[in-house]
Structures are given as C-alpha cells and as structure tokens.
C-alpha cells in the first residue's frame, strides 16, 4: 500500500520530536539536567515519558500481529506488559529511586560495593538494551515499507539519526518532554483509527462470531510469496497459481491441493477466491524466529503461556530504559506515584491493539501467509475505510508507529550510552556520552541488517526473559535481602541471565527447531528466573563473610523515607 500522506506524516513526527527535544535542550543546564534531568520531573510528566518510551514497535504493531495469526491466546502480551509495573510498584519503583544511582550498574555498586558486580552489570544493561532495539529499527523499516515501498533499511536509519541527535544533544531533560509528547500522540494514533474502523466494520455488517472462525478470505485476494513457504491442509484447496508448488510450474491454473503439507516456492503468486478458508503455515519447515516460537506455542501452549507471564511479569523491573526514568523523580513517594500513573496510561493504550488484531482476521488474513502480520495495523484503514479517509488514518498510524519507534529507541540509547560512557569509554563526560550514543545506535543498526527480519513482539518478550532472569533477581534481593554478597549477586546474573540469553540466541538461530528442548529455550524465563534467584542465594549464603560493611545504612537509605532520613541525620 503506497500512501500519499505517510511520507508527510513521518516528516511531521520527525520535525515535532527535533522541535520538542530542543525546548527541553533550552532548559538543560547542569551535568544533572544531561543525565537525570536534575531528578525534578513530577509524577504526571515522568508518567507520560516512561509510558511513552515503554510502549514501543511490539506494542504498537506486534501484539496486534500476534492476535491475528494466534488468535485471543496473545493477549497475556499486553496484560504481562501492563502487570510488570504492579511488581515494579510493590517491590522496586521507591527504593529504587531512594537509592540515588543514576543506572542499574550505579545500584549495583552502591549496594554491594563491588566493580566487578557493577561492569557485570553494564554487561546485561547493554545486551538487553541491544536486543531490545533490534525490533524497533526493523518495526521503522517494515512501516516505511508497507506505506511507500522505500527499502527496509531507511526506516530504521531516519530513526537511528533522530534519536542519536535528539539524545547526544539534550540528554534526559530533552527525552523527558518529546517521549510524553510521542505518549499522547500513539495513543490519538491508535485510538482515532479504531473508532473509524469499528464504525465500519458494524457499518459492513460483519457477522462478529467471525472472530472465534479459522480466518478466511472476505473478498478474492492475491497473495504474493516473497519466501519460500510450506502450508498445512486439512481439507483439500482449489487456489489459483501462478509459480511452483511442490516442485510443479503452474501458469496462472486453477490447482486443486489435497490435504497435507504443500511447499510454495518463493516468487509464486495464489488467487484465493472469496470466503477460502486462509492455509495454516507448517511451523516446522518454514524456519525463523516467529515460526519457531508459534511452533512452541502449538506443542506446549501451557508452558508457553507461563513462560511468557513470567518473563513480562518480572522483567519490567529491569528493562534499563525504565528504570533509569525512576531515578528523574525528586523522591520514593513521586517514584509510586508515577508508577501508579503508569498503570492507568499503558492500560488505557492496550485495549486498542487486540481491535487491531482482531479486524485484522477480517480484512488482512493473507498477512498470515506473507509473513507481514506485524503490518496489519498499517494496512487496515484503507482496506476497512478505504478511499481518501483510509489514506488519512492510515496516514495518522503511521505517525503514531514512528514515534513509538522514536520514543522507545531513545530510553534504551539513554540508558545503554550511560553505561558505555561510565564503565566502558575512558571519560564519564558529556563529551564522551555524545560517542556512547553513537555506538549505543550503532551496533543494533548493523545487527539488524545482519540478523534481517524479527517479529517485534516475539523479540521484545525475549529481552524481557533476558531482563527478569538477570536484573529482577539482583534488584529484588538486592532491595529486601540484606545478606546478599557480591559473589551471589555475580554469579546469580550469570547463570539466570547468561542461560536465558543463550536461550535466546539459540531460539534465534533456529535451533533445535521441535520438541521439548525447543520449548524450554523458546520460553526460558520459567526455569531461567528461579535458576538465577536460586544461585543468588545460595552462593550468597556459601560466602556470608563477604557481605558489604556497611550494608544495614545502604538498606536504611532504601527503605526510610526522605523526610525520616533527614531527621535521623538532624
């Protein structure tokens, strides 16, 4: 779908986050004001920042992708997204702030007195922030592609240069006001669409029991194969070819497939005619990242589901753009209340991506067969719409998609470039932050032509099983345990979250593709978590002569608030 508008409308968003990252670089004096925007942000405005940043391209576009392939199992996606702030709230969110680091590293230093926990720690705040922005910069290529057919790799480029200047230059302080800006604006860009949408969707008559339906085909439609893909019937198909299927050349024929597995050649063109029942993919053959956890989910859906609760329940404690907001608020009290905000904003936003997913099994069921489902959002308007006002709203989606890639791209730079700067480069000055910004964009940019496409939401509940497995457990002992040492807090990062990234690269290869240890390292977090807690406590308890003196004082400075603090010290 080429729109007229979209270009226009990504120029604006674009234009709109330089303008407003330059008011907050008018008012950013200090070194303070560059790194924790001098922790004076209120809890109404940090709420509307962290909301901003957090809700990125898996929000904006893969959860609406997943409801359509996968159906109403995927909605524990925005429901886990939305719960890890009730943890962050119970457990983390004050003391956190009380704390007074300006990083994860910084935390772990203050409370355990240890620099090799700290570089550790800067290790995960860095691998995580990497695997987090893969998705984004791919979900900016796949939106300017679907919209205007420019080549994958631009969208990601204009949202790397934008957040590397917006970021290099104005710091916390200017991040803090364009990401509330670009919180509001996804939310009009979601909600404004949906309404239109569901006006006509009533307005066609739609029968809504077509919901709980395998997906079928509402009008004919043409399907291009860009990959090779292999199908699954259970029910022999007549479809129109134009290519190979199973080995055999067809010439725009009608062909009858009798049930089973058929393999479609890539190139291959099939003319669905109206009311056909969409093909199932064979998980199994077709490879890749999504078929890979999609085939998980088929073989141990129990398994799946927990694990993926698990992982969006506890690793939002850990995302490194998150919590380093928490560190902007003047004191405990705003932190909870900006937590609180937090909850009512991002689930306000995510009732709208299930209606995007769900009209989606209407009007752009062949996406489950391109492989483009993360596209449903854009395409939807002017397939349901259409005509001038579909341009429009698709026009306003695509806005709103760029400034969730915009937004959650420059907390996780922030908050990787922060670390890079204090415990990698050779100066902690804001000099040598603008070159830890450049290296913080670099790397996932050239990873991501290398890796090539991700299903955003799949790799986004990945870095969150890599988040829960290392970060949680160090941040919650770390908070409410006071015999915690340094070789514990080590050794308990490694083994959780070296086992859960390895999971990881593992799932991303491909590998072993089937059966219960294919499981296991699709989902990790559900054995990688209690794995990391565990070693924690265990070799913390192996080597209780190592606990950091002083340490009742660093959990006294956690726990009591700042105006008890000040009158114990009076």
């Not at 893969?134 to 796949?142: E, F, I």
């Not at 259970?234 to 190979?244: A, E, I, M, N, W």
């Not at 067969?369 to 259409?386: K, S």
């Not at 924690?536 to 603090?565: C, D, K, Q, Y």
Request: glycine content about 12%; charged content about 10%.
């Amino acid at each position: 779908m080429n729109s007229s508008y979209a270009v226009p409308a990504v120029a604006l968003v674009v234009v709109a986050t330089v303008l407003v990252g330059a008011f907050g670089l008018r008012i950013s004096r200090t070194t303070s004001d560059f790194y924790v925007a001098s922790r004076t942000v209120g809890p109404r405005l940090n709420a509307a920042a962290i909301s901003g940043e957090y809700l990125s391209a898996a929000s904006f576009l893969g959860i609406a992708g997943l409801v359509l392939v996968q159906g109403p199992d995927m909605l524990w996606y925005p429901v886990g997204y939305t719960a890890g702030y009730l943890v962050l709230l119970l457990f983390v969110a004050a003391p956190l702030r009380r704390s007074g680091a300006y990083t994860l590293p910084d935390f772990a230093e203050a409370r355990l007195a240890s620099q090799p926990v700290r570089r550790l720690a800067g290790a995960f705040v860095v691998g995580v922030g990497w695997l987090y922005l893969l998705p984004q910069l791919q979900g900016a290529g796949l939106t300017l592609t679907v919209l205007t057919g420019a080549p994958d790799v631009l969208g990601g480029l204009i949202v790397a240069v934008v957040v590397v200047a917006t970021v290099a230059v104005g710091g916390m302080r200017s991040i803090t006001f364009v990401q509330a800006f670009q919180y509001w604006l996804k939310l009009t860009a979601l909600l404004v669409p949906a309404l239109f949408l569901v006006l006509a969707w009533q307005g066609a008559g739609a029968p809504t029991h077509a919901f709980d339906e395998p997906a079928a085909f509402r009008d004919r439609r043409t399907v291009d194969v860009q990959d090779t893909l292999a199908v699954r019937l259970d029910r022999p198909l007549t479809v129109t070819v134009s290519g190979t299927v199973d080995g055999h050349a067809h010439h725009a024929g009608r062909v009858t497939l009798p049930e089973g597995t058929h393999r479609i050649a890539a190139g291959t063109r099939l003319t669905f005619a109206k009311g056909t029942r969409v093909p199932a993919t064979d998980r199994g053959t077709n490879g890749g990242m999504s078929t890979s956890l999609a085939e998980s989910r088929e073989e141990r859906p129990l398994y799946a589901t927990y694990g993926l609760i698990l992982a969006t329940f506890l690793g939002t404690m850990g995302l490194p753009h998150v919590v380093v907001r928490f560190y902007t608020s003047p004191h405990g009290v705003a932190a909870r209340r900006t937590t609180v905000a937090v909850l009512a904003l991002i689930g306000l936003f995510y009732l709208l991506p299930p209606v995007y997913g769900a009209l989606g099994r209407l009007y752009t069921p062949e996406l489950t067969l391109t492989g483009d489902a993360d596209a449903a959002v854009l395409l939807l308007p002017d397939r349901v719409v259409g005509g001038l006002g579909g341009e429009l709203l698709g026009a306003l989606v695509a806005g709103g998609a760029f400034a969730a890639f915009l937004s959650t791209a420059s907390g996780l730079t922030m908050a990787v470039a922060g670390v890079l700067t204090q415990d990698v480069l050779p100066s902690r000055g804001v000099r040598h932050f603008r070159l830890g910004t450049v290296l913080a964009m670099a790397v996932p940019l050239a990873a991501g032509v290398l890796v090539g496409g991700l299903p955003v939401a799949d790799a986004v509940g990945l870095a969150f099983a890599v988040s829960a497995s290392s970060f949680c457990p160090l941040l919650v002992l770390g908070i409410w345990w006071r015999r915690l040492t340094p070789p514990g807090a080590a050794a308990g990062m490694l083994v959780g979250g070296g086992s859960a990234f390895c999971a990881v690269a593992a799932t991303m290869a491909d590998f072993p593709g089937t059966g219960n240890l294919h499981a296991l390292l699709a989902w990790p977090a559900l054995w990688s978590v209690p794995l990391g807690f565990l070693t924690m406590i265990a070799v913390s308890l192996a080597t209780a002569s190592r606990v950091p003196p002083g340490t009742a004082a660093v959990l006294a400075r956690f726990h009591l608030p700042e105006e008890l603090r000040a009158e114990v010290k009076a």
